[in-house]
């Protein structure tokens, strides 16, 4: 089995959110792959290795947290101005990027499992000393939300 991890497309991002939010999900690729004020989610393999990392935009984090637990988008608008995120949202940003692990699985990767979530404050010390080997980017539109930023890097 080799730590070759999979990369993923438009195509690939956009059936695994749509599992979550509807047929809706509109995605399209980054050429940019810089995010400023962004929160990080870190990914290890079994033994414990960093293989990847997703960077995604505060805008994606309030949109997608808010639509998972149907909160009004109102509600989202109001942390993306204030920059003050709520618990709840944050915690389902986190089971969304857990869901989105499987983006970087095949039969043929090794394993890997979603390790934390970085508030953007601590996600500059996770991203800043990752060396990858690949990186895309993705505009994402949640339905009836908004549109986010997400950002995956690979080794």
Do not use: Q, W
Not at 61 to 73: E, F, K, T, W
Not at 88 to 100: A, L, M, P
Not at 105 to 110: L, W, Y
Request: aromatic share 10%; hydrophobic share 45%; net charge negative.
């Amino acid at each position: 089995m080799t730590k070759r991890f999979v990369v993923p497309s438009t195509e690939s991002v956009a059936d695994m959110l749509s599992m979550l939010y509807g047929n809706d999900v509109d995605a399209t690729e980054m050429p940019d792959k810089t995010i400023a004020g962004a929160f990080a989610a870190s990914f290890v393999c079994d033994d414990g290795d960093l293989v990847a990392v997703c960077v995604c935009d505060p805008a994606f984090v309030a949109y997608s947290g808010a639509a998972l637990s149907m909160m009004p988008v109102g509600g989202a608008e109001d942390m993306l101005e204030s920059g003050e995120f709520t618990k709840t949202s944050v915690d389902n940003f986190y089971e969304v990027i857990n869901v989105c692990s499987r983006l970087l699985m095949s039969d043929s990767s090794a394993h890997l499992k979603l390790d934390k979530v970085y508030r953007p404050e601590d996600a500059v010390a996770v991203v800043g000393g990752f060396s990858a080997r690949v990186t895309v980017g993705f505009k994402l539109k949640i339905p009836r939300y908004g549109v986010g930023k997400m950002i995956f890097s690979i080794v």
